[in-house]
T-cell receptor, first 115, second 113 residues
Framework: AQTVTQSQPEMSVQEAETVTLSCTYD???????LFWYKQPPSRQMILVIR??????QNATENRFSVNFQKAAKSFSLKISDSQLGDAAMYFC????????????FGKGTKLTVNP | DTAVSQTPKYLVTQMGNDKSIKCEQN?????MYWYKQDSKKFLKIMFS???????INETVPNRFSPKSPDKAHLNLHINSLELGDSAVYFC????????????FGPGTRLTVT
């Protein structure tokens, strides 16, 4: 079974600084997708960024980028120029390739942004 | 327009009652899901339906019964509610094919007293 591990229950960062959230996963599949979701206090789950395992290039979305290391099964999220609105729970998630596959989530990292 | 909607957003009920949570998506997706987020924020799949057919049924008590009247709706009925059922329940949907991302509803916070 696939598992996702987020080893940092909590992280904090100063506004305008950069922070990296860690995620590792375990799978025997070669084709899959990885995601970072953000859950602010409103509890809405918001997709931040996704990575296709077959792509070597790391995904980037504005201030958010990932460091995808397939051999190491590592998928970290870097947030640059942190903003107060980035404060939230961040969940790393794995999904096998396939139309109806489930998301397997890590336990989340609570990010605090200090002004 | 709301892509994935759930009703109600909050539900407070007593042990032993039966309750339902409704979910609707207007994205034209063919797959819908129910996830449970426990008090420690851990999210886990419960069920998924593809074109009204049950695809995933994780280890969930049979007091939980999903129903999909059409591919835009997926409801969750819970019988004989227990204290441990207190959680946030999220509905999500996706469309077969890349990029496989799932769109989540706002969640329903269920409190059993």
């Amino acid at each position: 079974a696939q598992t996702v591990t987020q080893s940092q229950p909590e992280m904090s960062v100063q506004e305008a600084e950069t922070v990296t959230l860690s995620c590792t996963y375990d799978t025997s599949e070669s084709d899959y997708y990885l995601f970072w979701y953000k859950q602010p206090p409103s509890r809405q789950m918001i997709l931040v960024i996704r990575q296709e395992a077959y792509k070597q290039q790391n995904a980037t979305e504005n201030r958010f980028s990932v460091n995808f290391q397939k051999a190491a099964k590592s998928f970290s999220l870097k947030i640059s120029d942190s903003q107060l609105g980035d404060a939230a729970m961040y969940f790393c998630a794995y999904r096998r390739r396939g139309g109806s596959e489930k998301l397997v989530f890590g336990k989340g990292t609570k990010l605090t942004v200090n002004p | 327009d709301t892509a994935v909607s759930q009703t109600p957003k909050y539900l407070v009920t007593q042990m032993g009652n039966d309750k339902s949570i409704k979910c609707e998506q207007n994205l034209g997706h063919d797959t819908m899901y129910w996830y449970k987020q426990d008090s420690k924020k851990f999210l886990k799949i419960m069920f998924s339906y593809n074109n009204k057919e049950l695809i995933i049924n994780e280890t969930v008590p049979n007091r939980f019964s999903p129903k999909s009247p059409d591919k835009a709706h997926l409801n969750l009925h819970i019988n004989s509610l227990e204290l441990g059922d207190s959680a946030v329940y999220f509905c999500a949907s996706s469309q077969g094919g890349v990029p496989y991302e799932q769109y989540f509803g706002p969640g329903t916070r269920l409190t059993v007293t």
